[in-house]
């Protein structure tokens, strides 16, 4: 099915550094949302981001909707060998529906 | 936060066996459920959705007869992989959405089928 263009795909960090991941897409969503995946678990949910232009922070997260709503990014601050692991983006048109899902980025950081 | 299980964690079956995993969204009521399913280093890729009561809409190139699901209550939907083979070998995961946007994962299910 259809997947969003999310870059980079791997990331390799020294402990402390920022990070910085973007997804893209064709067409619109409405609402945008990042999620984080360790070896062998579910994804679980960072930041939902729910308006156009929309600045939103968790902690050393922060992720921002797209004005054109065909984009996102998230950065991380400071980065700690626990941020270790795979950092997913979705994009979903209306509440309840579907999520089409970027192809992930790979986070690896270096103590 | 919403919090959602699955059961069992992981199962290695016999091929040509039948396998069920359960979904359980534990505070919170589902309307909608979801089934992907996610091979190494790849991305989750929507098998079904799933509504209380409904039947489920499957995606393109997943067989229905193959990959059972029922949602028979608010808290609870079922995928049933009959007659498994070795390729169904894979890592499942549900996901349930209720009131909100958010979608809230399982831990995931892996299934080896030997």
């Known amino acids: 099915g259809q997947q969003l263009n999310q870059s980079p795909q791997s990331m390799f960090i020294q402990e402390g550094e920022d990070v910085s991941m973007n997804c893209t897409s064709s067409?619109?969503?409405?609402?945008w949302l990042w999620y984080k995946q360790d070896p062998g678990e579910g994804p679980v949910l960072l930041i939902a981001?729910?308006?156009?232009?929309e600045l939103t922070s968790n902690g050393r997260l922060t992720a921002q909707f797209g004005i054109t709503r065909k984009d996102s990014f998230l950065n991380i601050s400071a980065s700690i060998p626990s941020d270790v692991g795979i950092y997913f983006c979705?994009?979903?048109?209306?509440?309840?529906?579907?999520?089409?899902f970027g192809e992930g980025t790979q986070l690896t950081v270096n103590p | 936060g919403a919090v959602v299980s699955q059961h069992p964690s992981w199962v290695i079956c016999k091929s040509g066996t039948s396998v069920k995993i359960e979904c359980r969204s534990l505070?919170?009521?589902?309307?909608?459920m979801f089934w992907y399913r996610q091979f190494p280093k790849q991305s989750l890729m929507l098998m079904a959705t799933?509504?209380?009561?409904?039947?489920?809409?499957?995606e393109q190139g997943v067989e229905k007869d193959k990959f059972l699901i029922n949602h028979a209550s608010l808290t609870l939907s079922t995928l049933t992989v009959t007659s498994a083979h070795p390729e169904d070998s894979s890592f499942y995961i549900c996901?349930?959405?209720?009131?909100?946007?958010?979608?809230?994962f399982g831990p995931g299910t892996r299934l080896t089928v030997t």
């Open positions: 979705a994009g979903q048109r209306a509440s309840g529906s579907r999520l089409t």
């Open positions: 067409s619109i969503f409405n609402t």
């Open positions: 505070d919170f009521q589902a309307t909608t």
């Open positions: 981001l729910y308006k156009a232009g």
């Open positions: 799933s509504n209380e009561g409904s039947k489920a809409t499957y």
């Open positions: 996901s349930a959405s209720g009131d909100y946007y958010e979608q809230y």
